[in-house]
């Protein structure tokens, strides 16, 4: 089989960790006799250097042509640090999911075995733990009106969703649970925000349609106080926008490290494929990032976007070798223990497909 893929490093460690995915996906095509066309594109903070707009038109027409997206990182602190920017890096990715109809978010957080211990909880409240984000991502607040009143002393951000902004996201999270251990859980607060009581009753609404599925409702303050107590009680959770990006952040340490989970952003168009960590620039050109959540995000772009579900496997099951035999960048590596550069921790996974 050939596939296109849109290759958007952007900024930071973007393109370093990028570069070991790709080594491991060329490998993996080759093993299973696939043929795999990259199209490298600008976006975020030097994609703006370039031709002064985080996410190009070109950009965009290179991701609507491909199969799927294999996306690195954004931002840089010289538009972080400076509140008046005109334009950011951040503006490009939020214009890139509204082009690309990606309102939803996949965020899975899972543990290592050999990893466990790394992790700031305590072993007996994280093993076992398997659950996965489903993230309004196109809507609510970051799409709502803002603005500035009086002259600037006062701001406002609008948090704005329809009937079917919704439907759409939970429909994907009720057949997600259909495929896993048929539990739900509605993150809301609807005690307090007539957006979360639209979500719970559309949610609500949904059920008849799913009747295998057993739905929670719960409010977001709560599940932020349980996913640190027992977060394998959960397995599929909805969420919107605002919430889901507070959320998903807090999961992802579960498993020790933010450079091990991968994530995708699906919907209308072509599929997005990223690691959840972000352009961490004091890294930049170091060779010390850890690669491993880029490589688990082009996993999940052969099984997900592609139907590879053998190759897929195959990756992961390389990564976990790679953990078990201590094969890590500093982030990962325990006391005294010898650490590998971002690219020897690719070549290693290459050579052991």
Same mark, same amino acid.
């Given at each position: 089989?050939?596939?296109t893929?849109a290759?958007l %490093?952007?900024?930071? &460690?973007?393109p370093e960790v &990028?570069?070991?995915?790709v080594?491991v996906s060329?490998a993996?095509?080759?093993?299973?006799?696939?043929?795999i066309?990259?199209? =490298?594109?600008? +976006?975020?903070?030097c994609a &703006?250097?370039?031709v002064?707009?985080?996410?190009p038109?070109? +950009?965009? $027409?290179i991701?609507m042509?491909?199969d799927?997206v294999?996306?690195g990182?954004v931002?840089?602190?010289?538009?972080?640090?400076d509140?008046s920017?005109?334009?950011?890096p951040?503006?490009g990715?939020l214009?890139?999911?509204k082009k690309l109809g990606?309102f939803?978010?996949?965020r899975?957080?899972f +543990?290592? =075995?050999?990893l466990?211990d790394?992790s700031p909880l305590?072993?007996?409240?994280? $093993?076992g733990t398997d659950?996965?984000?489903?993230?309004?991502l196109?809507g609510?607040?970051y799409?709502?009106?803002k603005?500035?009143l009086?002259?600037g $002393?006062?701001a406002y951000?609008?948090c704005?969703?329809? /009937?079917?902004?919704?439907?759409?996201?939970a429909?994907k999270?009720?057949?997600? %649970?259909?495929t896993?251990?048929k539990?739900?859980?509605? !993150?809301?607060? %609807?005690?307090v925000?007539e957006?979360? /009581?639209?979500?719970r009753?559309? !949610?609500?609404?949904? @059920?008849k349609?799913?009747?295998?599925?057993? !739905?929670?409702y719960?409010?977001?303050? %709560?599940?932020?106080? /349980?996913?640190?107590?027992? =977060?394998n009680?959960?397995?599929?959770?909805?969420?919107?926008?605002?919430?889901g990006?507070?959320?998903?952040d807090?999961? *992802?340490?579960? *498993?020790?490290?933010m450079?091990?989970m991968? *994530?995708a *952003?699906v919907?209308?168009?072509?599929?997005l494929?990223?690691?959840i960590h972000?352009?961490?620039?004091?890294?930049?050109?170091l060779? &010390?990032?850890n690669p491993?959540?880029?490589?688990?995000?082009?996993?999940m772009?052969? $099984?997900?976007a592609?139907?590879?579900?053998e @190759?897929?496997?195959a990756i992961r099951?390389?990564v976990?070798?790679s953990l078990?035999?201590g094969?890590v960048?500093?982030?990962?590596?325990?006391?005294?223990a010898?650490?590998?550069?971002?690219?020897?921790?690719?070549d290693w996974? !290459?050579a052991?497909?």
């Amino acid at each position: 089989m050939k596939y296109t893929i849109a290759l958007l %490093a952007g900024d930071g &460690i973007g393109p370093e960790v &990028i570069n070991e995915a790709v080594k491991v996906s060329d490998a993996i095509a080759k093993k299973f006799n696939h043929e795999i066309i990259w199209t =490298p594109a600008l +976006t975020g903070a030097c994609a &703006i250097d370039a031709v002064g707009v985080p996410y190009p038109d070109e +950009t965009h $027409e290179i991701c609507m042509k491909a199969d799927a997206v294999l996306f690195g990182a954004v931002g840089h602190p010289k538009f972080d640090n400076d509140p008046s920017a005109p334009v950011r890096p951040e503006q490009g990715l939020l214009l890139m999911r509204k082009k690309l109809g990606l309102f939803a978010n996949v965020r899975p957080t899972f +543990t290592f =075995p050999s990893l466990i211990d790394n992790s700031p909880l305590k072993r007996e409240r994280i $093993e076992g733990t398997d659950l996965v984000f489903l993230r309004e991502l196109t809507g609510g607040i970051y799409f709502g009106e803002k603005g500035r009143l009086d002259g600037g $002393e006062t701001a406002y951000d609008t948090c704005t969703y329809t /009937r079917v902004e919704v439907q759409r996201l939970a429909k994907k999270g009720f057949e997600l %649970a259909m495929t896993r251990t048929k539990k739900l859980c509605c !993150v809301d607060k %609807a005690n307090v925000l007539e957006t979360s /009581r639209l979500w719970r009753e559309t !949610v609500q609404a949904m @059920e008849k349609d799913y009747p295998e599925v057993t !739905v929670s409702y719960e409010f977001v303050d %709560a599940v932020a106080m /349980r996913l640190v107590q027992w =977060p394998n009680s959960y397995d599929v959770l909805i969420t919107e926008n605002l919430f889901g990006d507070i959320l998903t952040d807090e999961a *992802s340490v579960i *498993s020790g490290s933010m450079g091990l989970m991968p *994530s995708a *952003s699906v919907g209308e168009h072509t599929s997005l494929y990223e690691p959840i960590h972000g352009s961490y620039p004091q890294a930049t050109g170091l060779n &010390i990032a850890n690669p491993l959540a880029t490589v688990l995000s082009a996993a999940m772009m052969f $099984e997900d976007a592609f139907g590879l579900k053998e @190759e897929a496997e195959a990756i992961r099951a390389v990564v976990n070798k790679s953990l078990e035999q201590g094969i890590v960048t500093e982030d990962l590596a325990t006391k005294d223990a010898k650490t590998y550069k971002t690219s020897e921790v690719g070549d290693w996974l !290459v050579a052991n497909l």
